[in-house]
């Protein structure tokens, strides 16, 4: 099983480390990018290797919805407007338990919405679940990476 990548935004450092602790255990492996802003996440992306080459995209994004700055939402609806983002599974993992964010998340392209629970073994158990799902069951489409 080859190696997968994963573009983590996430401001909250406790959730990341939690997430990056996990995400670090589960099968398959992952490389796993941190940004704690939509302005870094977009850096990361479009960033290319030192041969000049863009860099590959990741095979799944976790995005926060409370982001500083540029929100989620925003983040999301920019994911969807670029070509090299335009299909990656984007789940939104977030403590806005609200309507309004679950339905302009979906509304804007994200794939999945998960609500981060309070307890860390249930929240870990999520992020694995998510993990296991998008990178070792879903079959993306075939033209993204």
């Not at 080459?53 to 994004?61: E, F, M, T, V, Y």
Request: with cysteine; glycine share 6%; aromatic share 6%.
């Amino acid at each position: 099983m080859s190696e997968k990548r994963i573009l983590l935004i996430e401001d909250e450092a406790s959730d990341a480390a939690l997430m990056l602790r996990v995400l670090d255990r589960c099968q398959p492996p992952s490389l796993v990018a941190v940004a704690r802003t939509g302005e870094d996440a977009f850096e990361l992306l479009l960033q290319h290797d030192s041969s000049g080459h863009r860099r590959p995209p990741p095979d799944l994004i976790l995005l926060d919805w409370n982001l500083p700055g540029q929100g989620g939402g925003a983040v999301l609806e920019r994911l969807r407007a670029e070509p090299l983002t335009r299909f990656l599974p984007v789940v939104v993992v977030t403590g806005a338990a609200s309507r309004a964010a679950h339905s302009d998340a979906y509304r804007l392209g994200a794939n999945s919405y998960v609500v981060k629970s309070a307890d860390a073994l249930e929240f870990a158990e999520t992020i694995e679940q998510i993990a296991r799902y998008w990178l070792g069951i879903n079959e993306p489409a075939p033209w993204v990476n």
